[in-house]
């Protein structure tokens, strides 16, 4: 492959990755994490539950399992008029980041749900001796506290998402995965397909080896 194919073809379907992929880690964290949030606070009080709600935790439980169930090719086709009525399109990368966003939220919530009942609840008990709101207790306390394992979370949603974007690329949502079957598969270019694998495993391996080195940092610095 040359220089001209490559910049032609890899570099725009590269570059339309890391955008689907950032906006859709993005806005899968605005609806993940209050989820994440509410699962921890509103469980049993021996599972750290700092305001429990039976009712409510076992419904937003449901949802977020059902969610978390969804093959994420079938919930893209299930989203596209969702796509088509925010943005006025179904395919490409724009379109892309609905469903993506919407996937990831569930995992974030779990990843979130996992990462604050890993919190001592010797600290909330302290916390709360002290006078703390819960909102305190979560900002100040349960968030802090478990930062190193949200940050990894965040790590694993982000590569989560790479291969979710690739798989989009299957029923056009561009990228790398759309090139690697586009150009690829279809045109019988085995090699673009190859280059198109190899810049996914860098780009994982790149976030993976960040993801671990900022965790790692964050619990140096405790």
């Known amino acids: 492959m040359n220089w001209t194919t490559f910049s032609r073809l890899i570099l725009p379907a590269t570059g339309q990755t890391l955008v689907m992929v950032f906006f859709s880690t993005l806005f899968s964290l605005i609806l993940g994490f209050p989820l994440g949030v509410l699962l921890m606070a509103t469980s049993r009080e021996d599972q750290g539950g700092i305001t429990p709600h039976?009712?409510?935790?076992?419904?937003?439980?449901?949802?977020?399992?059902?969610?978390?169930?969804?093959?994420?090719?079938?919930?893209?086709?299930?989203?596209?008029?969702?796509?088509?009525?925010?943005?006025?399109?179904?395919?490409?990368?724009?379109?892309?980041?609905?469903?993506?966003?919407?996937?990831?939220?569930?995992?974030?919530?779990?990843?979130?749900?996992?990462?604050?009942?890993?919190?001592?609840?010797?600290?909330?008990?302290?916390?709360?001796?002290?006078?703390?709101?819960?909102?305190?207790?979560?900002?100040?306390?349960?968030?802090?506290?478990?930062?190193?394992?949200?940050?990894?979370?965040?790590?694993?949603?982000?590569?989560?998402?790479?291969?979710?974007?690739a798989m989009a690329g299957a029923i056009g949502g561009g990228g790398l995965g759309d090139l690697a079957i586009r150009y690829g598969y279809q045109r019988f270019r085995p090699e673009v397909m190859a280059v198109a694998v190899i810049v996914i495993l860098v780009l994982v391996q790149a976030i993976q080896l960040a993801g671990n080195k900022l965790s790692a940092r964050m619990l140096a610095s405790r």
Do not use: C, W
């Open 54 to 165: 039976r009712v409510l935790n076992e419904v937003m439980d449901k949802i977020v399992n059902v969610l978390r169930s969804f093959p994420f090719i079938i919930l893209m086709i299930v989203l596209f008029p969702l796509s088509r009525l925010i943005l006025h399109t179904a395919i490409g990368t724009k379109a892309t980041i609905v469903p993506l966003s919407i996937a990831a939220a569930p995992f974030v919530a779990r990843v979130v749900e996992s990462a604050l009942k890993e919190v001592d609840p010797g600290v909330i008990q302290a916390a709360r001796a002290m006078g703390s709101t819960n909102r305190q207790i979560i900002v100040k306390v349960l968030v802090p506290e478990a930062l190193p394992s949200l940050i990894d979370g965040v790590t694993l949603t982000i590569i989560n998402l790479i291969g979710y974007s």
